[in-house]
């Protein structure tokens, strides 16, 4: 079987689950905000996973917030920033290729404080333009309240030129989240040398329990209490502790720190299989492949079949994709995403996601090509647009 959905979600670390196996025999269950010695243990070992963590995206540990998961941290961010923002910095920079947590809340600013959006352009490859991102800091200058621009695109794997983005946002003295999801936990990332202003981390994208999650801010006193509880989290974010989800994010987060030198040899197999499927099929198109991207991810498309036809193959060989997003998986149209980077309907409807982890290889990547080859060899008798 191979699980190709990990930018879905990641199934659980095989550490993570021997580390929970044994974690349910433990008397150690508690209330962490008690003041006896069991809550305290509890509570300790929450700033231990804090302070590991921290080490792995490099920030300080008063930089980061533990929640449930990036739409709650986007959320938070956007509420944070865009709730109080004074009333003469009235626009957001985003992009078009955004997951959809991000548009949906800033329509909810826009509606609910007048906000103004602006969109970076793109390339064809997904990659937002730099000059296009000056060309909108020089046209709006003072006014801008936040930008908002992904690390890594979920569907393409694209990664972004955020670390330009951040300096350039220093410059014009703006404010920079970076949803950074898709790259923490599948690349290199640092949340002090990125310069970005506030980030995110899901628990289920690096193999830890899901409903778990953190908030980076680089001013935390920026942040401000957006679920009303006691004084956990230091106020910003009430309700008990998921210590136990976090205890998982600190074991997946070491795990990949450990590891993550295979990343080289998954970008290498994954090149060489993308190479194969194109030379065997020289219709096959793997969307954003002129550009840097996450080590484990193909969108790959042969014109004409349909990417849902070509999934429900793949099943049948034990091998498990998506189509594109996961949220739009049951959707067979070229996504908001892939027509933003002006890909034509044949190439979007076809596309299937194959988004594999540091613990894949060759050995992967053979079986999927012969499963691939057999099915596009199949269904192209049948094309079905
Ligand atoms: C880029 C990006 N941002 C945000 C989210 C939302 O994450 P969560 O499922 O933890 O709420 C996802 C999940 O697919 C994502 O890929």
Redesign the pocket.
């Known amino acids: 079987m191979i699980y190709a959905d990990y ?3 990641a199934p659980l670390l095989p550490v993570v689950r021997e580390y929970l196996k044994k974690r349910i025999d433990t008397e150690i269950y508690a209330n962490p905000n008690a003041i006896h010695s069991i809550g305290q243990k509890v509570f300790q070992g929450i700033e231990k996973c804090r302070e590991v963590i921290a080490e792995v995206v490099e920030c300080y540990p008063d930089q980061l917030y533990f929640n ?7 959320s938070h961010i956007l509420f944070s920033v865009l709730e109080y923002a004074p009333k003469n910095k009235n626009i957001v920079i985003t992009s078009p290729i ?5 548009p949906k809340a800033l329509k909810f600013y826009q509606e609910r404080r007048g906000f103004k959006l602006e969109m970076v352009d793109i390339d064809d490859n997904g990659v937002v333009l730099m000059n296009s991102l000056e060309k909108l800091f020089q046209k709006h200058g003072e006014t801008i309240a936040l930008v908002t621009i ?1 690390a ?3 569907e393409t794997g694209v990664i972004q030129p955020y670390e330009q983005i951040a300096k350039l946002c220093q410059q014009y003295r703006v404010e920079f989240f970076c ?1 950074t ?2 790259l923490i936990g599948k690349g290199d990332f640092s949340f002090r040398s990125s310069g970005v202003d506030y980030a ?1 981390c ?4 690096v193999g830890a329990l ?1 409903g778990t ?1 953190f908030v980076m801010a680089k001013e935390p006193t920026k942040l401000k209490s957006h679920v009303f509880g006691s004084t956990q989290e230091k106020g910003l974010r009430g309700g008990t502790q998921h210590y136990i989800g976090v205890e998982t994010l600190a074991i997946a987060l070491s795990d990949f720190q450990t590891h993550k030198s295979k990343l080289k040899n998954l970008s290498e197999a994954r090149l060489k299989f993308e190479a194969k499927m194109k030379k065997t099929f020289p219709e096959v198109v793997v969307v954003g492949d002129k550009v840097p991207r996450l080590a484990g991810t193909s969108l790959m498309s042969y014109p004409g079949i349909h990417g849902q036809a070509v999934q429900i193959e793949l099943e049948s060989h034990d091998i498990f994709v998506t189509t594109s ?3 739009s998986d049951n959707q067979p149209e070229t996504s908001a995403v892939l027509k933003a980077m002006a890909i034509n309907d044949d190439v979007g409807r076809g596309v299937i996601r194959i988004s594999l982890s540091y613990s894949h290889g060759d050995k992967d990547y053979l079986q999927l090509e012969d499963a691939l080859t057999s099915i596009y060899t199949k269904l192209k008798k049948i094309k079905s647009f």
Do not use: F, P, Y
């Not at 449930?68 to 986007?74: L, N």
């Not at 955004?98 to 991000?102: F, N």
């Not at 899901?202 to 994208?205: A, D, E, Q, Y």
């Open positions: 930018n879905g979600s449930s998961g990036s739409s709650e941290g986007v955004e997951h959809a947590v991000i992904m890594v695109n979920n949803d999801t898709q995110v899901s628990g289920h994208k899901t999650g997003a996961a949220c």
